[in-house]
């Protein structure tokens, strides 16, 4: 499969990372919208009742989610292609912190479908049906920790992005300031409760940076010349 992407044309392979690139943005929007009112914070009687009576909306969130984390193995993959005549090992590191992101996601969406299975097994548990509302609301801000996890591991993977773009030649430094920027942002997740409280102050900025990244691979590409010379120096 690399050998096969390595073939491609890097405007061909630019243009691919960015199509999956708006992809993963706009499934992720997508699930946000469906899962929209669902939870109720700290009120599992409402969050069940919601859940349950929106079982589609639900079902619909999770299926978006997980295109966007498959969107976002393709775009790993790509822009370690591309950006390998940078710096070979650093386009690797970055695309593997990409892709431990997405594996933690994808345990976090199973934490996510806990009110559904507990819900619907209401005949094997002995439970009241309030301590089941408890235990799937808990299980479900498992779901919310561990993403706070994943975003390390994203911000690691946009912090090592934006450097080797900007070390690039052929990717317009900017783009890789932004980056830089977003991922140092992201590490303040490594105290959650900060991370969460700041979120909203810096989140604007990591949209900006990866959108702006999508709109030029799809808009402009890279610069072939200067990307092949980047290929002839390795």
């Known amino acids: 499969m690399r050998e096969a992407i390595t073939e491609w044309p890097p405007l061909l392979k630019a243009r691919i990372a960015g199509v ?12 946000i919208f469906f899962f929209r009112g669902l939870f109720v914070s700290g009120d599992p009687a409402a969050t069940a009742t919601n859940i349950l009576t929106h079982e589609s909306l639900f079902r619909l969130g999770f299926a978006a989610e997980l295109i966007s984390t498959a969107c ?6 790509l822009l370690y292609v591309l950006l390998e005549p940078v710096n070979r090992s650093l386009s690797l590191l970055a695309a593997f912190f990409r892709l431990v992101a997405c594996a933690i996601f994808a345990l976090s969406y199973l934490l996510q479908l806990a009110p559904l299975q507990i819900f619907g097994a209401t005949h094997y548990l002995t439970e009241s049906r309030e301590q089941l509302q408890a235990l799937a609301f ?32 052929f990717l317009p430094r900017f783009l890789g300031a932004l980056l830089v920027f977003a991922g140092l942002s992201g590490l303040i997740f490594l105290a959650p409760a900060l991370g969460r409280f700041l979120f909203p102050y810096f989140a604007p900025f990591v949209l900006l ?24 120096k390795q």
């Not at 999956?20 to 699930?31: D, E, M, Q, S, V």
């Open 20 to 31: 999956f690139y708006l992809l993963n943005i706009l499934t992720i929007f997508l699930a």
């Open 72 to 77: 976002s193995i393709g775009v790993s993959a």
């Open 138 to 169: 808990l299980l479900y801000t498992f779901h919310a920790r561990t993403s706070d996890i994943a975003i390390v591991f994203f911000a690691l993977h946009f912090t090592l992005l934006g450097y080797l773009i900007f070390r690039s030649t």
């Open 209 to 232: 940076g990866e959108v702006s990244l999508t709109v030029w691979l799809l808009a402009r590409g890279v610069n072939i010349q200067r990307w092949q010379e980047q290929v002839a």
